[in-house]
T-cell receptor, first 116, second 114 residues
Framework: GAVVSQHPSWVICKSGTSVKIECRSL??????MFWYRQFPKQSLMLMAT?????????EQGVEKDKFLINHASLTLSTLTVTSAHPEDSSFYIC????????????FGEGSRLTVL | AQRVTQPEKLLSVFKGAPVELKCNYS??????LFWYVQYSRQRLQLLLR??SRESIKGFTADLNKGETSFHLKKPFAQEEDSAMYYC????????????????FGSGTRLLVRP
């Protein structure tokens, strides 16, 4: 299957700093990238959907100014957590979609963010 | 509203026993449903989708529109089936460009005991 590489796998930062998480599709072109957040022992919550070359579509309740998503190319999407706070600590997962109008996604390994 | 419900957080069975992981959905459109699995220390991956009507690793799932359910079943559980299982619904993101988003249920942890 298609491979998505997510980096970093874990990061610790100080409160107030910004953190960037990268998601790369290694052997396919991800026309759409989905960003999820997972709290401990809870489900994956969709944060936003990004299409290459256009603005991301954020889910209700997700602050677009806090969680900046960029999808500059068909193989790279980034999530930047700006001015991070301890409540932003979580597990973030990206999923790339190959074919339009399908629910089959290829997921990255996830990134665990801890904000001190 | 679009919603996926998995009522069981944990399902524990003995090896060789039948398994059924429940999933119910709420969606006004024509649903496309999936089961994703996450084994220990591995990434989330697709197990099966209702459109394919296939059996993967002995698992099957039938879409029941009347009951709005998509339960995952396996007649004889194996220890290697122990994992986190997520039911997911592909829902229309926007009417403008007909793109879809994937909504997950809360997940069920399957534990198969020897």
């Amino acid at each position: 299957g298609a491979v998505v590489s997510q980096h970093p796998s874990w990061v610790i930062c100080k409160s107030g700093t910004s953190v960037k998480i990268e998601c790369r599709s290694l052997d396919f072109q991800a026309t759409t990238m989905f960003w999820y957040r997972q709290f401990p022992k809870q489900s994956l919550m969709l944060m936003a959907t990004s299409n290459e070359g256009s603005k991301a579509t954020y889910e209700q309740g997700v602050e677009k100014d806090k969680f900046l998503i960029n999808h500059a190319s068909l193989t790279l999407s980034t999530l930047t957590v700006t001015s991070a706070h301890p409540e932003d600590s979580s597990f973030y997962i990206c999923g790339g979609r190959v074919t339009v109008n399908t629910g089959e996604l290829f997921f990255g390994e996830g990134s665990r963010l801890t904000v001190l | 509203a679009q919603r996926v419900t998995q009522p069981e957080k944990l399902l524990s069975v003995f090896k060789g026993a039948p398994v059924e992981l429940k999933c119910n959905y709420s969606y006004s459109g024509s649903p496309e449903l999936f089961w994703y699995v996450q084994y220990s220390r591995q990434r989330l991956q697709l197990l099966l989708r209702h459109i394919s009507r296939e059996s993967i690793k002995g698992f099957t799932a039938d879409l029941n529109k009347g009951e709005t359910s998509f339960h995952l079943k396996k007649p004889f559980a194996q220890e290697e089936d122990s994992a986190m299982y997520y039911c997911a619904l592909s829902a229309l993101l926007t009417w403008m460009d007909s793109s879809y988003k994937l909504i997950f249920g809360s997940g069920t942890r399957l534990l198969v005991r020897p």
